[in-house]
């Protein structure tokens, strides 16, 4: 009997071992894109200047074009997809799926999904940015 019950407590020892270790991954994959990038688009005309964009940690993100604020939204991520929705000021209404990588300090992302009004975002996303913060 004491050894069933050394085994049901090891059992559930390892489980909320394990249950932490994939909660505390998560948690860091979810930061993981979190800073300040820019890029600057020459072309197309309507989408020129430069861009930055500034993910938080709590994931919200904002948009500026050569420093005015276009929109803010909020996203999810893991270590190599991030999902951009409710975006607000740009006339974006849909989500955005796509996958990112990192190389040192430039991030490049690739359109996995994004909404037909969102167009002009997928654009600006093909673009290389540079991690400044």
Known sequence: MVHVVRQRSLIVVVAAVAG???????????????????TTIKSPAQLK???????????????????????????TST?????????????CTGAGMYSWKRSGTTVSFTRKRESASCQARAVVLAHRFTQVR
């Open 20 to 38: 932490a270790i994939a909660v505390s991954s998560v948690a860091l994959a979810a930061g993981g894109i979190s800073g300040t990038y820019t």
């Open 49 to 75: 200047g430069r861009w930055v964009l500034t993910f938080a940690q709590g994931g919200s993100y904002t948009v500026a074009v050569n420093g005015q604020a276009v929109a803010r939204g909020k996203y």
């Open 79 to 91: 270590a190599r997809t991030i999902t951009l929705h409710r975006e607000q000021g740009s006339g």
